[in-house]
C-alpha cells in the first residue's frame, strides 16, 4: 500500500513539473521578440516575351574514345592545352595489334608467293591452251587457281588494312583543332571500348540549348534572330535558330531549340554558362497575368527542396514549399504552392523558423 502511493505520488510530481517546463518554454516563445519582415506580393513576368533558359555549349565538341581495350602507356595533353587537328593525344598498348599486323604481313608474303606461282602457271597454260597442246579442262583448272589466289592475295591485304585502321583506336588523335576540356583516365588505368578519355571542344563558335514548352513551340522557327542573356558577364549577345525539335518525348514535354551565338569574338565565354534566350514572340495576355514570379534571393533551400516564407494570420513565419520553373533574369516562375495575391517575405532583420513571431515594415 505504501509503495503504490509513493509510486502516485513520483508520477504526479513528474507530470507537474514536465507542465511547468512546457508552460515555461511555450511563455519564452511567446515572450520572444518578433522579428522585423518586408513582405512582397508576386509579380507576373516581368517580360512581355518568350524566354527560355539553357546552356552555352561548343558547337564543335567531342568526347574522344577507343574502341580497343588495353592498358593507357601515355597521355600527351593536359587540361586547358590547345592541340592542333592530327596530333596525337593518348596512346594505348598495342602489344597484341603489332603481334597481329606481324602475322599479316607474313601471310601476305606467303599469298604473294602462290599468287606469282599461279599466275606463271595460268600464263604457260593459256599459251598452251592457244596452241592447242592444253585441253579445255586444263586451262579452266590453271584459271580457278589463278583466280583463287589473286582473291586469297586480296584478302591478306585487306586484312592488313583492318589491322591498321585498329592502330588509330590505340592513337587517339585530334580530330579538329581545340582545346582540352576535360580528362576522364589516368596513365596506367584501362581504356575499355566506348569510355570517354578526353573532351575537346572547337573555342570561337558557341551555341545554347533552351527548352521551350508546348504551348509557345509553335511560334518558333529556324532562322529566327535572337537575344541571348548571359548573366555572369551581364551581356546579351544576338543569335540565329538553327534547329527546332518536332519532339518532347524524352525530355518531359519541353522541347529543344538550339540557338547560334552570331558574334562572341570580344566577348569572354565558356560552355557550361547559363543563358536566356528571348525570342520575339509576345506571350499572351492569359500567360502574363497567370505567371507568379519571386525573386531568387527570397528562396529557401533544403536540399533539393525550395520553398519561401509567408506570413500567417497570428503573424508568423510559416514556410511554405514550391516547385519552381523556369528563371527569368533574377526571376524564378512559381509552378505551384504560391498564389498570385499571396504576400511573402523577401528579407527580414533576424534568423526565420516556422512558428517565428514576426512584424511586417510598413
Known amino acids: 500500500m505504501k509503495r503504490t502511493i509513493y509510486t502516485l505520488a513520483i508520477t504526479a510530481l513528474g507530470l507537474f513539473a514536465t507542465s511547468c517546463g512546457s508552460d515555461d518554454k511555450k511563455q519564452a516563445v511567446n515572450d520572444a521578440p518578433a522579428i522585423s519582415v518586408r513582405v512582397e506580393t508576386p509579380s507576373g513576368a516581368g517580360d512581355r516575351f518568350l524566354t ?11 568526347n574522344l574514345s577507343t574502341r580497343m581495350m588495353g592498358f593507357i602507356n601515355d597521355i600527351h595533353v593536359n587540361v586547358g592545352d590547345k ?19 606481324a602475322q599479316v604481313n607474313a601471310g601476305i608474303t606467303e599469298a604473294e608467293a602462290a599468287f606469282n606461282n599461279a599466275k606463271k602457271d595460268y600464263e604457260r597454260f593459256k ?4 596452241q592447242e597442246s592444253a585441253s579445255q579442262k586444263e586451262m579452266d583448272d590453271q584459271t580457278a587457281r589463278f583466280k583463287m589466289a589473286q582473291a586469297r592475295l586480296e ?30 583516365a589516368e596513365e596506367g588505368t584501362m581504356a575499355n571500348p566506348g569510355q570517354p578519355l578526353l573532351s575537346l571542344e572547337a573555342p570561337g563558335k558557341f551555341e545554347v540549348t533552351a527548352r ?19 548573366k555572369s558577364i551581364d551581356k546579351s549577345l544576338p543569335g540565329t535558330v538553327t534547329e527546332v525539335s518536332s519532339s518532347a518525348r524524352n525530355t518531359g514535354g519541353q522541347y529543344m ?28 495576355e492569359e500567360t502574363m497575368n497567370s505567371s507568379v ?8 533551400s533544403r536540399g533539393d527542396l525550395k520553398g519561401i516564407y509567408t506570413v500567417s494570420q497570428q503573424n ?41 513571431k514576426v512584424s511586417i515594415q510598413e
Open 52 to 62: 527560355a533558359s539553357g546552356k552555352i555549349e561548343a558547337v564543335n565538341s567531342a
Open 83 to 101: 592541340v592542333n587537328k592530327g596530333q596525337l593525344l593518348v596512346s594505348i598498348n598495342n602489344t597484341d595489334l603489332q603481334a597481329k599486323r
Open 127 to 130: 599459251a598452251l591452251y592457244e
Open 155 to 184: 584478302a591478306a591485304k585487306q586484312m592488313k588494312n583492318e589491322v591498321n585502321s585498329q592502330f588509330a583506336y590505340v592513337n587517339i588523335r585530334a580530330p579538329f583543332s581545340g582545346v582540352i576540356t576535360n580528362k576522364f
Open 212 to 230: 521551350v514548352p508546348e504551348s509557345d513551340i509553335s511560334q518558333v522557327e529556324n532562322g529566327t534572330k535572337v537575344d541571348v542573356m548571359v
Open 257 to 284: 531549340v538550339k540557338v547560334v551565338l552570331d558574334d562572341t569574338e570580344d566577348v569572354e565565354i565558356f560552355s557550361g554558362m547559363y543563358a536566356t534566350v528571348r525570342f520575339p514572340v509576345e506571350k499572351s
Open 293 to 300: 514570379m519571386i525573386p531568387q534571393e527570397a528562396i529557401i
Open 316 to 356: 508568423t513565419a510559416m514556410l511554405r514549399w514550391l516547385r519552381l520553373g523556369r528563371t527569368y533574369g533574377d526571376r524564378v516562375e512559381v509552378l505551384s504552392g504560391l498564389n498570385s495575391d499571396e504576400p511573402y517575405i523577401v528579407s527580414a532583420d533576424g534568423k526565420l523558423f516556422n512558428g517565428a
